[in-house]
T-cell receptor, first 114, second 109 residues
Framework: EAGVTQFPSHSVIEKGQTVTLRCDPI?????LYWYRRVMGKEIKFLLH????????ESGMPNNRFLAERTGGTYSTLKVQPAELEDSGVYFC????????????FGPGTRLTVT | GQSLEQPSEVTAVEGAIVQINCTYQ??????LSWYQQHDGGAPTFLSY????GLEETGRFSSFLSRSDSYGYLLLQELQMKDSASYFC??????????FGAGTRLFVKA
């Protein structure tokens, strides 16, 4: 069974540019989460999808961030325009149907905004 | 607010036992999870405590005391490969999980 995959693994962009991160969850997992970790700090919740519906986006920093999950499969997280404070590692995780304390994480995308 | 506190670093020698503590302040708290992350890798699930007490999984054990808002991860017979970051995470019911800042464990020979 393939795990959660994320693309790209690294991205370096300039302030003001746009970046789109992609996450492919484990097949059949209804729940998909996005998290961000700034160096040395906590893994911070951004949002949660159940299939294609956003269930909780309380962690999204501001309206420069847009997440989608069309068709309930893969998800994208777009940052437009990027700011310096957006730098960090963005993790995607998925879990099976229903509330789950066991989430399967992808390897993350390291975003650097210069 | 919702937060989990854990030490930033712990160092131990190979073969020893180490305990990583986690204290939390969360509303609607349902349970405590632990994740391991090696440098550059994905966080991987280790254990979950929904009830007070000790859960054992091989060399790893996890403990929860709801009355003390406290939990810990116990690693026995430490191996070099256990060097990693360990995160406690509070499950707040529903789907939202709140993570601590992680404890970096260094295992020395």
């Amino acid at each position: 069974e393939a795990g959660v995959t994320q693309f790209p693994s690294h991205s370096v962009i300039e302030k003001g540019q746009t970046v789109t991160l992609r996450c492919d969850p484990i097949s059949g997992h209804d729940n998909l989460y996005w998290y961000r970790r700034v160096m040395g700090k906590e893994i911070k919740f951004l949002l949660h999808f159940v299939k294609e519906s956003k269930q909780d986006e309380s962690g999204m920093p501001n309206n420069r961030f847009l997440a989608e999950r069309t068709g309930g499969t893969y998800s994208t997280l777009k940052v437009q325009p990027a700011e310096l404070e957006d730098s960090g590692v963005y993790f995607c995780a998925s879990s099976q149907e229903g509330p789950s304390y066991e989430q399967y994480f992808g390897p993350g995308t390291r975003l650097t905004v210069t | 607010g919702q937060s989990l506190e854990q030490p930033s670093e712990v160092t131990a020698v190979e073969g020893a036992i180490v305990q990583i503590n986690c204290t939390y302040q969360t509303s609607g708290f349902y349970g405590l999870s632990w994740y391991q992350q090696h440098d550059g890798g994905a966080p991987t699930f280790l254990s979950y405590n929904a009830l007070d007490g000790l859960e054992e999984t091989g060399r790893f054990s996890s403990f929860l005391s709801r009355s003390d808002s406290y939990g810990y991860l116990l690693l026995q017979e430490l191996q070099m490969k256990d060097s990693a970051s360990y995160f406690c995470a509070g499950n707040t019911g529903g789907f939202k999980t709140i993570f601590g800042a992680g404890t970096r464990l260094f295992v020395k020979a």
